[in-house]
């Protein structure tokens, strides 16, 4: 996989790395549905000779901000990205605490209010090799994909590619965000999407199949019917403790038909709970199965013309269908 990505992106100036960053922007926006989307990188300050005799590591997070909108093939995306990405590195030796605290953005408890995703890709592990000694590479379980182990990231989701011949995927993820059997059917939509672009690069990104799938679990009032792709509010647990909270003026918690099940919440006032907190939250009051695998934080609830809670209009979640027109002759 990694040498047909490498192919694929070579027409348009963009290295496997950028093309990687592509998919993994691709992947967030069929997650979430959101077209104006961020995903952090690291950037080296490791450059030029004087810098050969330095102990450290010399990394800073790289912001990178692309617009996904108007389903564009993935072609197309490539060369945003690649663009984006040319962009953001001529500022790369602006420290990201700078960045941080000149937007007045602090950091919260569970990360940072900038980057919450990352991408990367990883080469072959080396080991030290030292004149009288022996080395061996360790695995450490960092996250979720074919054949890698599980474990705590250091944000909330990162998209990743190993560059070798054997398991190419990788998703790593932080507890507070996903369970276990979420995440690991989010890498293998990751590792369908690098699949597909691979085989066919010009696919639009509404057609690519990356899909949180649901744990089996009892459906109980408010299940859609059957072919309705729309979610309908049920009486769920979460929703009722969501609302419970001190700092959550509005909730919702909604399962479109054969999706996960997702929340959303309104906090009260600017300093409110982080999605993290809400969901641990949830995760100590609440069997696994009935845990939300995200809650997404609201400025304001999507309303309707009469003033209920519109689910139709909730970000990250699968349009509903038209309705079919029939025409006849007179």
């Known amino acids: 996989m990694p040498e047909d990505l ?8 963009a290295t496997l790395f950028t093309t990687v960053l592509a998919a ?11 077209d104006d989307l961020l995903i952090g990188v690291a950037s080296t300050h490791r450059r030029g000779t004087d810098m050969h005799g330095l102990v450290g590591l010399c990394v800073n997070t790289l912001p990178v901000r692309v617009d996904t909108s108007g389903d564009p093939a993935f072609t197309v995306l490539v060369e945003r990205v690649r663009d984006a990405l040319l962009e953001a590195q001529r500022h790369r030796d602006v420290p990201f605490d700078l960045v941080v605290e000149r937007l007045g953005a602090a ?5 940072t209010a900038l980057v919450r995703v990352t991408s990367d890709v990883m080469a072959e592990p080396t080991v030290l090799r030292l004149p009288g000694t022996h080395g061996e ?12 182990g599980v474990g705590e990231a250091k944000f909330d989701l990162s998209f990743g590619l190993l560059d070798t011949e054997g398991p190419a995927a990788l998703v790593q993820y932080g507890r507070a965000m996903l369970d276990e059997a979420t995440a690991a059917s989010l ?13 066919g690069p010009g696919v639009r990104l509404s057609r ?18 059957e072919g309705d792709h729309a979610p309908v509010r049920g009486e769920h ?9 001190p700092q959550v003026a509005e909730a919702v918690v909604v399962e479109p038909d054969g999706g996960p099940l997702l929340a959303y919440a309104v906090p009260r006032g600017v300093s409110g709970p982080s999605r993290a907190d809400l969901r641990s939250a949830l995760r100590a009051s609440l069997p696994p199965e009935s845990v939300p695998v995200t809650v997404t934080l609201l400025d304001a609830m999507p309303r309707t013309a009469q003033g209920a809670a519109d689910t139709s209009r909730l970000p990250g979640l699968p349009p509903v269908p038209a309705p079919a027109v029939r025409s006849e002759r007179p």
């Open 6 to 13: 490498r192919s694929l992106g070579a027409p348009y100036r």
């Open 24 to 34: 993994a922007f691709a992947a967030l926006h069929r997650l979430t549905g959101e």
């Open 107 to 111: 950091r919260a408890a569970d990360g």
């Open 137 to 148: 590479h360790v695995d450490v379980g960092v996250g979720v994909g074919v054949g890698v």
């Open 187 to 199: 890498a293998d939509g990751f590792a369908a999407l690098l699949t597909t672009v691979a085989a």
């Open 208 to 225: 690519l199949p990356v899909r949180i799938h649901a744990p089996a679990r009892a459906r109980g009032a408010g299940r859609p019917a």
């Open 237 to 245: 647990l979460a929703e009722t403790l969501l609302l419970a909270h």
